[in-house]
Structures are given as structure tokens and as C-alpha cells.
């Protein structure tokens, strides 16, 4: 599985970015597929996952309820959607896909065996 993250940007404090990850085939149910983000200085943090089977999403508590994870009907990409930006979402963010995640390790980064190049988003406030 080979992974591509794109969308990322400069934007404004309250603005918006929906971000990409296309996979270099269909993404398999099987899969997990998770947005990471890690700021300069910092240890890299979960946003945002489909389960595996698509069947359900869970999102960080820094990004509930002003993003969404979605997918297209090819299942060869993966969509982020953030909201209200805040500066503190300044971040290289990253999106990865894990065959063996479970529900208790979604949000763990050594869950997940693909990853691909980041993509920069940078919020002024």
C-alpha cells in the first residue's frame, strides 16, 4: 500500500482545508486508515480514522466535532475535512493504514504498517 497525503496549506485561523490521501490502489476494507499530525517539536499525534471495514470513525478530542473523515466510492482515497482552524492545528500531517488496528489501538502510531509523505498546514492566527 503506498499512501500520498495532499492539501495542505496556509489558512487562516477559522478557516478550512480538506486534505487528501490517495492510496496507489483500492484501500481494502481490511485496513484501517488513520490522519496523524505532528508539530515541530512534538511526538506525533492521532486526528482521525476510518476502521477497518470503513465501518465506523473516531476522532481526536482536539478535532471532534469540527472534522470529518470521509472516503470516496472507489475507496482509493481518504478525505479530512477540518474546520475552525486554530493555530495549534499547525502541523505535518500525515495519513497511514494499518491491516491489524483494532478499536484500542486506532489512535496509536505504531498500529499502523504504511504511511505516506506528509503534507504541511500552517494556520495564522
Known amino acids: 500500500v503506498q499512501l500520498q497525503a495532499s492539501g495542505g496549506g496556509l489558512v487562516q485561523a477559522g478557516g478550512s482545508l480538506r486534505l487528501s490521501c490517495a492510496a496507489s490502489?483500492?484501500?481494502?476494507?481490511?485496513?484501517?486508515v488513520g490522519w496523524f499530525r505532528q508539530a515541530p517539536g512534538k511526538e506525533r499525534e492521532f486526528v482521525a480514522a476510518?476502521?477497518?471495514?470503513?465501518?465506523?470513525?473516531r476522532y481526536a478530542d482536539s478535532v471532534k466535532g469540527r472534522s470529518t473523515v470521509s472516503r470516496d466510492s472507489a475507496k482509493t482515497t481518504v478525505y479530512l475535512q477540518i474546520n475552525s482552524l486554530k493555530p495549534e492545528d499547525t502541523a505535518v500531517y500525515y495519513c497511514?493504514?494499518?491491516?491489524?488496528?483494532?478499536?484500542?489501538?486506532?489512535?496509536?502510531?505504531?498500529?499502523?504498517?504504511?504511511w505516506g509523505p506528509g503534507t504541511q498546514v500552517t494556520v495564522s492566527s
Open positions: 497511514a493504514a494499518a491491516a491489524r488496528a483494532i478499536w484500542s489501538t486506532i489512535p496509536t502510531p505504531t498500529a499502523y504498517e504504511y
Open positions: 490502489g483500492r484501500i481494502s476494507s481490511n485496513y484501517a
Open positions: 476510518f476502521t477497518r471495514n470503513f465501518g465506523s470513525t
